[in-house]
């Protein structure tokens, strides 16, 4: 189970940047894909969670408004599209996935056993 987080970045404030996060080929039991982030001295923080079939997503209220999570299946893909960044998003975003379903209700707080490299986004003037 191999996930490659990629796309971080400088960018200004006010600015935006998607990162991708790439999978390796699953079984089915690997398919719901949520997106973490943890800024230096501070605890990992969840963001969104995007599930596969009917595509459930979630977003944490730090978030909602300026990030999209979406699939692209075909590319074996989940992106995380932010907008507006401030220096507030400044962290390593990570991503991960698990066995089974996990955009559900509890999914920013239960484990997940498999996570990305992690991909740098510095929000700086």
């Known amino acids: 189970v191999q996930l490659q987080a990629s796309g971080g970045g400088l960018v200004q404030p006010g600015g935006s940047l998607r990162l991708s996060c790439l999978k390796s080929k699953f079984t089915s039991a690997y398919v719901d894909i949520a997106w973490f982030r943890q800024a230096a001295g501070k605890e990992r923080e969840a963001l969104s969670c995007?599930?596969?079939?009917?595509?459930?997503?979630y977003y944490a209220d730090s978030v909602k408004g300026r990030f999209t999570i979406s699939r692209d299946d075909a590319k074996n893909t989940v992106y995380l599209q932010m907008y507006t960044l401030h220096p507030g998003d400044t962290a390593v975003y990570y991503c991960?996935?698990?066995?089974?379903?996990?955009?559900?209700?509890?999914?920013?707080?239960?484990?997940?056993?498999?996570w990305g490299q992690g991909t740098q986004v510095t929000v700086s003037s």
């Open positions: 991960a996935t698990d066995r089974g379903r996990l955009c559900v209700p509890g999914w920013a707080t239960r484990p997940y056993a498999y």
């Open positions: 995007i599930s596969s079939g009917d595509g459930t997503r």
